[in-house]
Nanobody
Framework: QAQLVESGGGSVQDGGSLRLSCAAS?????MAWFRQAPGKEREGVAA????????YYADSVKGRFTAAYDSTKNTLFLQMNRLKPEDTAMYYC??????????????????WGQGTQVTVTS
């Protein structure tokens, strides 16, 4: 299983931007971003296969967030623009998707990072 380390979280005002990074050690065919707000279930944000780098997004972030994988750094990025207070959450990186359902289903991902906090203030 891949070891994952997230970075780039912080506090930003409504409408601002942040860029998250997830450095992976070891090979992984798939990577994703999830988030979990206090009192809510973890939800998928974006996922991709590292070979084709074509992300699949949750409807809530389409047009605002962009995920991309850099093979030279073995790192997954998440560029978050036009952030909203409802984007406030702990953001987690995941790897090693098991085929068997939705690409953004939390239970189908095997490896997880420790998370990085994103706070959007109004």
């Amino acid at each position: 299983q891949a070891q994952l380390v997230e970075s780039g979280g912080g506090s930003v005002q409504d409408g601002g931007s942040l860029r998250l990074s997830c450095a992976a050690s070891g090979y992984t065919a798939s990577m994703a971003w999830f988030r979990q707000a206090p009192g809510k279930e973890r939800e998928g944000v974006a996922a991709l296969y590292t070979a084709d780098n074509s992300p699949y997004y949750a409807d809530s972030v389409k047009g605002r967030f962009t995920a991309a994988y850099d093979s030279t750094k073995n790192t997954l990025f998440l560029q978050m623009n036009r952030l909203k207070p409802e984007d406030t959450a702990m953001y987690y990186c995941a790897a090693d998707f098991r085929i068997g359902g939705s690409f953004l289903a939390t239970a189908l991902w095997n490896s997880w990072g420790q998370g990085t906090q994103v706070t959007v203030t109004s």
